[in-house]
């Protein structure tokens, strides 16, 4: 078979799901650790990456406008000042050097690193964080930055800014650190389960076992003439013994394994006396090898009638074929 007719065969839907059956469980399997290995590493990493405890303290400001609400450049005035914007204004001149005043034994650089801002939904209205790893130091740079803001507001009166008030202060508490373990693992668990998934599909592409009929007919110009089940089955038995009968009414043959048609010491001058008709065991990897057996018959001059496939599982082929299996 060439390259082209191995692409064009396509998959049998009903013969990979009865495969997969009892296999599936590899891919939960794969889901699960990827699931374990994923929570693992977060947690190693969280764990390495954390660093000290840190201590946030709030203040919420209102920021008083002189402007009529109606009035265009109160709009642009606002959105001018946002929430990026106060960041930037906290941490100038015209409030760090009242703060750094105030705070006379804090480096000015540890000060602005502490300060983040955020404007929720009314932009009267400016939430700034002070963040430190010491609990005393942030609610210190909290007062200090409330009063040089207040200052502050009073010298924007031109700009149509008239103050800046301290509405609500919030004592420094330790910041909750974000634990994204489950997260990890769903994302884990499903590339553990994508990978075990295409596993199980490469393992069913490259397998070459000899399950159907359709296996061995679709590569090789022999009939398969029927099944020879594990556990004795009647009726797909009786279909192989009306084939193995009509076979015989043309003439004698005999059934050789596949170890006896290949390998050193086989007969072939006996083989040649007589057709044959080789047994191949159900779900061996196998297809390779019997073309290469096939090809060493055809070349001793050895006539093969097909196959037969021994020690099947009637259950799968049952399932395969339908319950409707009757003998012929």
């Not at 070459?208 to 020879?228: A, K, Q, T, W």
């Amino acid at each position: 078979m060439d390259k082209g007719e191995f692409l064009q065969e396509g998959i049998d839907e009903k013969r990979f799901v009865l495969c997969m059956r009892h296999t599936i469980w590899i891919a939960f399997a794969a889901g699960l650790a990827g699931a374990l290995l994923a929570g693992g590493m977060y947690l190693l990493v969280r764990r390495l990456t954390m660093g000290e405890p840190q201590y946030r303290a709030e203040v919420l400001y209102a920021i008083r406008y002189d402007i009529q609400e109606e009035d265009e450049v109160l709009k642009e005035f606002i959105n001018e000042y946002n929430a990026y914007t106060w960041g930037d204004m906290m941490r100038s001149d015209r409030v760090m050097l009242a703060v750094t005043e105030a705070l006379p034994d804090v480096e000015r650089c540890e000060i602005e690193a502490s300060i983040s801002t955020g404007i929720a939904a009314d932009p009267e209205f400016l939430t700034a964080y002070f963040t430190t790893a010491d609990e005393t130091l942030s609610n210190r740079i909290a007062t200090a930055c409330s009063a040089a803001m207040e200052a502050f507001g009073t010298t924007m009166q031109g700009r149509g800014l008239t103050a800046i008030e301290v509405w609500k202060t919030v004592p420094a508490v330790k910041v909750a650190v974000e634990n994204r373990t489950l997260y990890a693992m769903e994302l884990g668990a499903i590339i553990g389960l994508i990978v075990g998934i295409l596993a199980l599909a490469a393992r069913y592409v490259l397998d070459d076992s000899v399950m159907l009929e359709s296996d061995f007919e679709r590569r090789y110009p022999y009939p398969v003439l029927g099944y020879r089940t594990k556990k004795p089955d009647a009726a797909i038995e009786a279909s192989l013994c009306a084939n193995l009968e009509r076979q015989a009414q043309k003439g004698a043959f005999r059934e050789i394994g596949l170890s006896d048609a290949y390998g050193p010491g086989t007969d072939y001058d006996a083989l040649r006396e007589t057709p044959v008709v080789l047994l191949v065991e159900w779900g061996t990897p196998c297809l390779r090898m019997l073309g290469h057996v096939i090809h060493t018959l055809i070349l001793q001059d050895v006539r093969l009638l097909g196959i037969v496939i021994t020690e099947a599982d009637g259950k799968f082929l049952r399932m395969y074929y339908g319950k409707g299996w009757k003998a012929e």
